[in-house]
């Protein structure tokens, strides 16, 4: 069946620009989570969404980066007035379950973002 | 504030030899959970082993656990070529922390 997606895989902005990447999950996952990978490092969470609620944002880096699931279907991250250290892979995971643990997690291709 | 260390960073093997990577943490674990990532299929999740496990075999994969030593090791049998990727041990306490990685290269 189909996996989980992202749009758009790349992505160029200037310095300031808005951005808004695309998350869709795996049909009938409850759970969908948010990560930035630098280059050479490994995933860092950013937030997790059970249905349309936003239960985690502890990672969120500042307030320029929003994200929302309204439906509990399709998620949108959005960083506004983009930086050159916001440049990184986003990747999104859905899981089937509530909650995290014990919950495997699937994984998107990505969006690489490059900042200008 | 990547809570798992992996080592070592880059391994280097011949195809059919055994890999062997080790990740270490620093707080308690619901689980813990091993990641591959290559550029074709993304972030892959391979295998999990609960804190009240020791041990856990999946095909050629092997995950142990040591909680008193707060380790965890993972060892590919029989490598082969389509092995090469990155590999990353990640914890789960509230929410998944992934280490930086181990780089695999297994040369046919």
């Known amino acids: 069946g189909a996996g989980v997606s992202q749009s758009p895989r790349y992505k160029v902005a200037k310095r300031g620009q808005d951005v808004a990447l695309r998350c869709d999950p795996i049909?009938?996952?409850?759970?969908l989570f948010w990560y930035q990978q630098a280059l050479g490092q490994g995933p860092e969470f950013l937030t997790y969404?059970?249905?349309?609620?936003?239960?985690?944002k502890s990672g969120l880096p500042s307030d320029r980066f929003f994200a929302e699931r309204p439906e509990g279907s399709v998620s949108t991250l959005k960083i506004q007035r983009t930086q050159q250290e916001d440049s990184a892979v986003y990747l999104c995971?859905?899981?089937?379950?509530?909650?995290?643990?014990?919950?495997?997690?699937?994984f998107g291709p990505g969006t690489r973002l490059t900042v200008l | 504030s990547q809570q798992g260390e992996e080592d070592p960073q880059a391994l280097s093997i011949q195809e059919g030899e055994n890999a062997t990577m080790n990740c270490s943490y620093k707080?308690?674990?619901?689980?813990l959970q091993w990641y591959r990532q290559n550029s074709g299929r993304g972030l892959v999740h391979l295998i999990l082993?609960?804190?009240?496990?020791r041990e856990k075999h999946s095909g050629r994969l092997r995950v142990t656990l040591d909680t008193s030593k707060k380790s965890s090791s993972l060892l590919i049998t029989a490598s082969r070529a389509a092995d090469t990727a990155s590999y990353f041990c990640?914890?789960?306490?509230?929410?998944?922390?992934f280490g930086k990685g181990i780089t695999l290269s297994v040369r046919p």
């Open positions: 995971a859905s899981s089937l379950l509530r909650g995290i643990v014990y919950n495997e997690q699937f």
């Open positions: 049909s009938g996952h409850v759970s």
């Open positions: 969404f059970q249905n349309e609620a936003q239960l985690d």
């Open positions: 707080t308690s674990i619901n689980n």
């Open positions: 082993i609960r804190s009240n496990e």
């Open positions: 990640a914890t789960d306490a509230r929410k998944l922390t």
